[in-house]
């Protein structure tokens, strides 16, 4: 098997991707945030080209269905922010290791969550959108986890507009971030063997999602996935 990881870690692992495929798939946002924690602690050889991998499939599709609501001025402003992220991202990721890929997905996850539970409100503005696309670039691309700074500037934006402009945002950053890693010599053989086990739990967990659209309320799954993602963020810290 990939990397050695045991039939029952990476059902778990599988598990967890499915859930968090789901949640953004409902939300907008919370794979990275679920799962990355999981992954790297199974196998920190999962992050973070799996997760970038993962994440463009999953956000074409939530994309395609909710087209008409993107704010597009919001994702181009992101994402103009995001390529320097990209850049610095992708340096840290061939200097550092395993310690440091830990402490930026559990950091970022544990401030994403704290915003949301004391309810930290980040005005939705240009600078604001370009501050978080570029610390969104940084920590995607070395960590594998781009959600936490958008989820903290966007978390109170109108739900279908929050789950179309960030799909969008997701899906050409991470093929940026991929890109950046492919560069740089970060994906190998090991790394594509490990997404490629990913990826039909991410084609399950969206699936999933679309019959529960309007029926599970919004605020009960946020609470769930916030309180999944502390203690798996602390665990992993």
């Known amino acids: 098997m990939a990397a050695d990881v045991e039939w029952w870690a990476l059902a778990i692992c599988l598990a967890v991707v499915a859930l968090g495929a789901a949640v953004q798939g409902l939300i907008g ?49 992101a994402l103009a922010g995001r390529l320097p992220g990209v850049v610095l991202g992708a340096w840290a990721a061939t200097r550092t290791g395993d310690r440091f890929l830990s402490l930026v997905i559990g950091t970022s996850v544990l401030v994403a969550v704290l915003a949301s539970v004391t309810g930290f409100r980040v005005r939705t503005t240009d600078t604001s959108l370009a501050i978080a696309g570029l610390t969104s670039g940084f920590t995607a691309t070395s960590a594998g986890t781009g959600g936490p700074p958008m989820a903290i500037t966007y978390q109170h ?24 890693l492919v560069i740089a010599g970060e994906v190998g053989r090991v790394e594509l063997e490990l997404s490629a086990l990913v990826l039909p739990a991410v084609g399950a967990g969206f699936l999933a999602s679309r019959p529960l659209l309007g029926r599970v309320p919004d605020r009960l799954i946020r609470s769930i996935v916030l309180a999944a993602c502390t203690v798996a963020a602390l665990t992993l810290i």
Do not use: K, Y
């Open 157 to 180: 934006a109108e739900p279908r507009a929050l789950r179309a402009t960030l799909a969008v945002f997701f899906t050409v950053g991470a093929a940026i971030s991929l890109f950046a």
């Open 29 to 77: 946002m919370g794979m990275g945030m679920l799962a990355a924690p999981v992954l790297t602690l199974v196998e920190p050889d999962f992050l973070p080209v799996s997760m970038l991998i993962a994440v463009i499939p999953l956000s074409v599709g939530v994309a395609r269905r909710e087209w008409a609501h993107v704010q597009w001025r919001h994702a181009l402003l």
